[in-house]
């Protein structure tokens, strides 16, 4: 039986890297900003995301979007 690969999960607090740039409030973060996940929702496929810089945001990503860093 073949069907989607796990997807990644990821714990609260723990750091992560962008897998792809995301556009947030007229900013583009590149991939490879890191943030730390500060809120993983209940489902675990979305996450609260927390970036300081290039400016300080906060922004809903899912796993997809995410890698383990480092």
């Given at each position: 039986m073949t069907?989607?690969?796990p997807r990644e999960e990821f714990e609260e607090?723990?750091?992560?890297a962008?897998?792809?740039?995301?556009?947030?409030?007229g900013e583009t973060l590149p991939a490879g900003t890191v943030g730390v996940?500060?809120?993983r929702h209940a489902d675990g496929i979305g996450y609260e995301v927390e970036f300081d810089?290039?400016?300080f945001s906060v922004i809903t990503l899912s796993a997809r979007e995410l890698a383990r860093y480092p």
């Open positions: 069907g989607a690969p607090f723990s750091s992560v962008l897998a792809h740039a995301v556009k947030h409030s996940i500060v809120h810089l290039p400016t």
